[in-house]
């Protein structure tokens, strides 16, 4: 009986667990920056050039790069112009991590060390032996139009922005969108020269509310 309890408890959490993620994300006013052409908040790289299997990605050097980045672009039919994709690891943050969780354990026998120590342990190991498209996640995306666009385009699609920056020796004007895009702009603000388009903490929560609620 007690089984049989523990069991349904189970189950009802992990049915809450899933009804309160569907609420989120079909009562939530944000607009994605994955529907700039389906493209998905830390989705990895190796998925990326699955998606995009026809077109070609050229590696791009820039002074800015981390070395945990990788920098790429791509022209699209579809987007009418060059797409930049900037991709990024946590390699270091995981081993030093797994480093920290081995040495807790190491001088425990199996049966006392915690099954959540464990299962962390588990997680690391399998995250870093994955390949390097694998591990590199997608966290901004960058369009330059091939045709120019109003800014007025821009408005009428988005709203208005949320904040407008003046332009400085290295940026022209910049109008910015809490929702999660940038839009760089001719000198009179007319044109938009390139729209930016980065992952929000709601983007990060939904996407991995929906990642957890996939794997129960």
């Known amino acids: 009986m007690a089984a049989m309890t523990k069991q349904r408890f189970k189950l009802f959490n992990a049915i809450r667990a899933a009804l309160f993620c569907l609420w989120i994300i079909s009562s939530s006013p944000i607009v994605w920056a994955e529907s ?49 994709l900037l991709f990024e690891h946590n390699d270091e943050i995981r081993k030093k991590k797994l480093a920290e969780l ?10 006392a060390q915690g099954r959540s120590t ?9 995250k870093l032996s994955k390949s390097l498209d694998e591990r590199l996640s997608l966290i901004r995306i ?3 139009p091939e045709n120019s666009m109003r800014v007025s385009e821009l408005i009428s699609t988005h709203g208005k922005p949320d904040e407008k920056r003046e332009g400085n020796a290295v940026y022209g ?20 020269l390139m729209v930016e388009y980065w992952f929000t903490e709601d983007d990060l929560a939904l996407y991995f509310l929906r990642r957890d609620s996939a794997a129960r």
Not at 102 to 111: C, F, T
Not at 118 to 126: A, K, P
């Open 102 to 111: 081995e040495k807790s354990v190491a001088n425990l026998p199996s049966q």
């Open 142 to 144: 960058r369009w330059l």
């Open 173 to 192: 004007p910049v109008f910015v969108w809490n929702k999660g895009l940038n839009a760089h702009l001719s000198e009179d603000k007319k044109q938009v």
């Open 36 to 84: 700039f052409l389906g493209l998905e908040p830390l989705e990895p790289l190796s998925s990326v050039k699955q998606r995009f299997s026809g077109l070609e990605l050229i590696p791009e050097n820039a002074d800015w790069l981390k070395a945990n980045q990788y920098f790429c672009k791509m022209k699209h039919s579809e987007a009418g112009g060059t797409v930049f």
């Open 118 to 126: 464990r299962l962390l342990i588990r997680q690391y190991r399998e």
